[in-house]
């Protein structure tokens, strides 16, 4: 290991490695050309040209992935409290969406994008609106966060939804097309697309089978939501004459390269069903309780062999971008219906990590620091009051206790995007002021709020 090259090594912290399940060892992560090249003690001496970060007091964790998440409506932020699904969409969101140009997309995933980097998150797949979402890729881009993102499909008309929002199939599916050609694979693989329906009200079954085409045409993810609310279930359902897991795969929208946020309204034999496919579940606890959509199974899911990851969401239904505040809710939302020992700290921790990477599609690259993988990874600072005393077991502090503000380093493809807790690649104060700047102008477009 001492003759390794690095160009990058993070030094003395405690690692935070999974095999059979999470431990730590303390020693160095020596990253090489993106990669995480060696882990353990022993600096070696020849690695002058190395850049070495002190982690002395800090836990070295695999960058946290958040597999649902709008960029689109960061800049909704507190404008959508408070009302059910149906309401928040027809009443705010989706006239907000429509208020977009391509300047407030792209300041709105800067924006996103700035919060989840600070706070840990290094690799996302999110659901942007109809338009512009050239847009919001050029922020990603610029800002290096790792992204799988897709222009939102919609084809259909669920009731309330503006005209303006729904395409023709034909016309969607070919800028969805066209965005996966210039995207797909951009910035050295960090960008990628995903064919993005928005779930399956608003959106006809020959655009569904069609996404499902594409995304396999491409190697690319299928990203939707599924089975959200008790209202959703029963459009499904009369509008079909199937339960929605059962369409869905009827229409090509299952199995590892698909990924469906929420799944709460699924019944023992869907989960069976979604276990059996190799579907990804995303689960977000924070967003189904402000919306009162409900408490998905995810217990359930687990045992049955689901595959689960986690997300926040939007900001207007969470209202945070927190993968902390994510990890606790999912594990405390649990606990009064199974006990205080359903979906400890571990295995909500595999979530945000394992889960997270096979969402995205990328299982052997993402999720877990070991040599060869990507070295996305965040340093956390364990030494705030609120982390004290130092736990035997990290992991419990990691899912319980932390916050974004412990996050001290963040490096994406071992390149360093958060030091010292601040943004090196795009300016925060400029950020906040742009976003300000959008949100007031598309509030007035929009009016609402
Ligand atoms: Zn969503």
């Known amino acids: 290991m001492t003759s390794t090259a690095a160009d990058l090594v993070l030094a003395g912290g405690d ?65 959508a409290d408070d009302l059910r699904l149906e309401d928040w969409l027809v009443t705010r969101v989706w006239p907000l969406e429509v208020a977009h140009t391509e300047e407030s997309i792209y300041w709105s995933a800067l924006l996103g994008a700035a919060e989840l980097l600070l706070g840990g998150t290094t690799a996302i797949l999110d659901m942007e609106t109809v338009r512009h979402t050239d847009a919001a890729f050029q922020a990603l881009e610029r800002i290096g966060i790792r992204a799988t993102a897709g222009k939102c499909l919609m084809d259909a008309h669920p009731e309330g939804a503006p005209l303006a929002l729904a395409e023709r199939t034909d016309a969607a599916l070919a800028e969805a097309e066209s965005l996966a050609q210039r995207w797909h694979g951009a910035a050295g693989g960090r960008l990628r697309y995903c064919f993005a329906p928005r779930f399956a009200p608003a959106c006809s079954g020959p655009l569904l089978r069609a996404a499902s085409d594409l995304a396999e045409r491409f190697g690319a993810s299928l990203h939707t939501h599924a089975a959200e609310t008790v209202v959703e279930r029963e459009v499904v359902a009369r509008t079909t004459g199937m339960g929605e897991v059962a369409y869905l795969e009827s229409v090509g929208i299952t199995g590892p390269r698909a990924a469906l946020a929420h799944c709460v309204w699924v019944d023992t034999q869907e989960i069976a069903r979604l276990a059996a496919q190799r579907t990804n579940v995303v689960h977000c606890p924070s967003s189904n309780l ?45 606990k009064p219906r199974h006990g205080a020992d359903a979906l400890p700290a571990g295995q909500v921790l595999e979530l945000a990590t394992s889960g997270g990477a096979a969402a995205l599609g990328l299982g052997d690259e993402l999720g877990a620091i070991a040599v060869g993988r990507r070295a996305d990874l965040v340093v956390l600072d364990m030494r705030g009051p609120h982390l004290t005393p130092a736990s035997p077991d990290p992991v419990s502090h990691l899912v319980y206790a932390a916050q974004p503000t412990d996050v001290r380093d963040v490096f994406v493809d071992g390149v360093p995007v958060v030091l010292g807790r601040e943004l090196l690649t795009v300016s925060l104060d400029e950020i906040v002021r742009e976003a300000g ?9 929009a009016g609402v709020g």
């Open 15 to 79: 690692v935070l490695l999974f095999d059979d399940g999470w431990r730590v060892v303390r020693g160095d992560v020596r990253v090489h050309d993106g990669r995480i090249a060696a882990i353990g003690d022993g600096m070696p001496s020849q690695q002058s040209r190395a850049q070495v970060r002190d982690c002395t007091g800090c836990l070295v964790l695999p960058g946290l992935i958040q597999a649902h998440v709008h960029l689109c409506q960061t800049l909704f932020r507190g404008l």
């Open 290 to 334: 402000k919306l009162g959509s409900g408490i998905a199974p995810i217990p359930e899911m687990l045992a049955a062999g689901c595959r689960v990851a986690i997300g926040a969401d939007g900001a207007p239904c969470n209202n945070r971008l927190d993968v902390f505040t994510e990890m606790r809710a999912a594990a405390l939302i649990q």
């Open 437 to 445: 700047r959008c949100a007031s102008e598309l509030r007035l477009r």
